[in-house]
């Protein structure tokens, strides 16, 4: 699928974010810049919309490694594992410690080998203009069919 604009991945994100319940985890696999972390602020801006809560500011953990986000009934756990170079340094940030509690998006998540049920996978690369971009989506659990969803 090719992504067209902003407005776009937002109504894609939409589209995930009506869907997203404790216990789903999200894939973000791509290049630096291609957009997981902008893909990750219209999913989380737009739950806090569907729950009436105000928009917060979403910021790429590639430093911290790690932002929540308290949704009302949901959690969410936005991981950048960009820096980490061995999976057992995952080891040390208990990823899956409580994933039935908790809504995980990961971006860069090469090193993670644990299997998961309800995974939603997203691959972003860079499309031929600058403003677009390409977009796979392989879903396990009851993600399965979900690329047809959109």
Same mark, same amino acid.
């Given at each position: %699928?090719?992504?067209? $604009?902003?407005? /776009?991945?937002?109504?894609? =994100?939409?589209?995930? $974010?009506?869907?997203l319940? +404790?216990? #789903? ?7 630096i *810049? ?5 893909l990750t &602020?219209?999913?989380?801006? +737009? ?12 910021? =790429?953990?590639?430093?911290?490694l790690?932002?929540? @986000? ?6 969410? %756990?936005?991981? #950048? ?10 080891d /040390?940030? *208990?990823?899956? $410690?409580?994933?039935? !509690? ?7 998540? #090469?090193?993670?080998?644990?299997p ?9 690369? @860079? *499309? !031929?203009?600058? +403003?677009?971009? !390409? %977009?796979?989506? &392989? ?5 399965? #069919?979900?690329? +047809?969803?959109?």
């Amino acid at each position: %699928m090719i992504i067209k $604009s902003l407005e /776009h991945l937002n109504q894609i =994100s939409k589209t995930i $974010s009506e869907n997203l319940e +404790n216990g #789903d985890c999200i894939f973000l696999i791509g290049e630096i *810049g291609v957009g997981k972390t902008t893909l990750t &602020r219209h999913l989380i801006n +737009n739950l806090q919309t569907q729950k009436g809560l105000k928009v917060t500011e979403v910021l =790429s953990p590639t430093f911290n490694l790690l932002y929540e @986000y308290e949704i009302k009934d949901l959690k969410i %756990m936005h991981y #950048d594992l960009y820096r980490l170079k061995k999976a057992k340094e995952l080891d /040390h940030l *208990g990823i899956f $410690s409580e994933n039935e !509690k908790t809504i995980q998006i990961i971006e860069w998540p #090469d090193l993670i080998k644990t299997p998961l049920i309800n995974k939603l996978e997203i691959h972003l690369e @860079y *499309g !031929k203009n600058d +403003n677009e971009r !390409k %977009m796979k989506i &392989r879903g396990l659990g009851k993600w399965k #069919d979900f690329e +047809n969803e959109i």
